[in-house]
């Protein structure tokens, strides 16, 4: 029995130490899994830290290089408004040795601190689209910066993602999307070392609380004007200006393209759903890659309405603007061309030209086979008259034909335009009489109009009153005929009471 005692305990213990060792090497696996993840974590953290470091690389060396344009540009203005201050004289004497290189000694730090205000135009947009079946709110900026000529240096383009709308009540988000366009775009002239900036504003009341001339009662307002102020700071002279909608129109377009870029985005991202928006001319849902955008006041229509609207009105002979009852927005014909043909194309350019030109200015190449628009104070002149102070003789500009101003014909060479006129006219009687004698027309003797019997009586009544018989031309005294010849043909009669029966039926 002791023996048996004691090979049990051998056992237990064997046991003891085998779950010992397990657990052991179970320890030792989690602590290597753990090693290995922690790992692996490391890895992706430093890949990410470096392709940080080379984008922060690559956006200081695209910062750098547009410092350095904006340099050179306002470097170049400088020597222009120099040299049109030098006089004529003293230009012609010593202009071939004059020179003004880029570069050290030429235009200084502070000499570009110095110079005129930049202008900075910005807009955030907050619209509600409609995506699939879902109407979703969706916000982007835009702004632009130019230099004091006005030539765009830095346009920005940004969607607002995430939760941005926090803190704001729904009467406040468009306030804060405006002044968002304004902090991103004061940030961007900053990063350029500008340091002189007007900025303008067509969102009023931001432009009330950045002014002071309103006070701030909420706390989420106050932050953001608070921020405006602070980045206000980082420039010598920071000013803004009230302006209507039309002079920030391009910030507006690049506000608009956010958004846009927002919904595209969306629709290619959805397997599931279709993103459709419906026209407010037709009705119908309708996939917004076919919705068209009016690029002036961001009016939205179906492809197909739009065609239609522009077809009507080019038909008409008038230049098509935007649908939207009472909105004046002329359609910019690039813009349209994604869903216009070939013809309506020409058709509209023809008409955005003619419009373009005064009607008392407007002249047409006389060649049937050209027909060219043209203004009369571009077209090429040719012979003067001076008895008349004006000129007689133009060049097309297109098929390079010679014309006559006056008379509108190809130009009569070595004849008056009285005698030309005088001569055409003649020549149209003469044509005139004998298409009459082939189609047997009558002329009226009182006021010789040319009248044509389709069906009836040969006794005739001019509108001028003036009787008379259609087969000799005899007058009609008190409705009797001096002449024998038949009052009517039977032929004529019957061919009228057929039609009569047609239209009946």
């Given amino acids: 029995m002791a023996d048996t005692d004691m090979e049990t305990d051998l056992d237990f213990a064997f046991s003891l130490q085998v779950e010992e060792a397990m657990t052991a090497s179970l320890i030792g696996d989690e602590k290597e899994i753990f090693q ?3 790992y692996l974590q490391t890895l992706e953290f430093l890949k990410k830290l470096e392709q940080e470091n080379k984008d922060r690389l690559q956006w200081e060396t695209e910062i750098n290089k547009m410092k350095d344009d904006l340099k050179r540009s306002i ?6 408004k120099e040299i049109s201050r030098i006089p004529v004289q003293e230009w012609e004497r010593t202009g071939d040795h004059f020179q003004k290189p880029f570069g050290e000694g030429s235009s200084s730090s502070n000499d570009f601190h110095n110079n005129e205000p930049f202008k900075l135009y910005f807009k955030g947009l907050f619209s509600i689209e409609r995506v699939g079946d879902a109407v979703v709110e969706i916000a982007g900026i835009g702004f632009a910066v130019c230099d004091p000529l006005g030539n765009s240096i830095l346009d920005g383009v940004k969607p607002l993602i995430g939760d941005w709308k926090s803190g704001f009540a729904p009467e406040e988000l468009e306030l804060k999307v405006e002044a968002k366009a304004l902090i991103e775009g004061l940030t961007a002239a900053y990063s350029l070392d500008i340091k002189r900036i007007d900025f303008y504003c067509d969102y009023h009341p931001l432009y009330q609380y950045i002014t002071m001339r309103h006070l701030v009662n ?10 405006v102020s602070l980045l206000q700071r980082n420039f010598i002279s920071c000013r803004p200006f009230f302006v209507a909608r039309n002079d920030v129109k391009f910030a507006f377009q690049l506000a608009r393209n956010a958004i846009d870029l927002q919904i595209t985005k969306s629709g290619e991202c959805s397997t599931s759903r279709t993103m459709k928006e419906t026209c407010n001319i037709c009705l119908e849902d309708i996939s917004v890659m076919q919705i068209f955008t009016v690029k002036s006041c961001s009016h939205r229509y179906c492809c197909s309405c739009m065609r239609q609207h522009v077809e009507v009105k080019l038909l008409n002979g008038v230049a098509p603007q935007c649908p939207f009852d009472g ?3 002329m359609l910019n014909l690039d813009n349209c061309k ?8 020409d058709m509209m350019s023809i008409r ?12 047409y190449c006389p060649n049937p086979k050209c027909s060219n628009l043209m203004s009369k104070t571009n077209i090429p002149k040719c012979v003067y008259n001076q008895s008349t102070n004006e000129h ?8 390079n034909g010679y014309f006559c101003f006056k008379c509108k014909v190809p ?4 004849v008056t335009c009285e005698a030309y006129q005088a001569q055409k006219a003649s020549e149209d009687d003469e044509k005139l009489k004998n298409l009459a004698d082939t189609k047997l027309w009558r002329q009226c003797k009182k006021c010789n109009h040319m009248i044509e019997l389709v069906w009836g009586c040969y006794h005739i009544t001019c509108r001028c009153g003036h009787e008379f018989c259609y087969t000799c031309g005899a007058v009609w005294i008190n409705k009797k005929a001096t002449c024998d010849c038949p009052i009517w043909d039977e032929r004529n009669l019957l061919h009228h009471q057929g039609q009569n029966q047609q239209n009946l039926q």
């Fill in 338 to 345: 994604q869903f216009m043909t070939p013809k309506l194309i």
């Fill in 218 to 227: 909420q706390q989420c307002i106050a932050t953001v004007v608070d921020q």
């Fill in 392 to 399: 007689l003789c133009g060049k097309c500009m297109k098929c």
């Fill in 36 to 38: 290995n993840i922690s």
């Fill in 75 to 80: 470097h170049d203005q400088q020597v222009a």
């Fill in 352 to 363: 955005i030209k003619e419009d373009s030109i005064p009607v008392t200015e407007k002249v």
């Fill in 327 to 329: 909105c004046k927005s």
């Fill in 411 to 414: 130009w009569h060479n070595g």
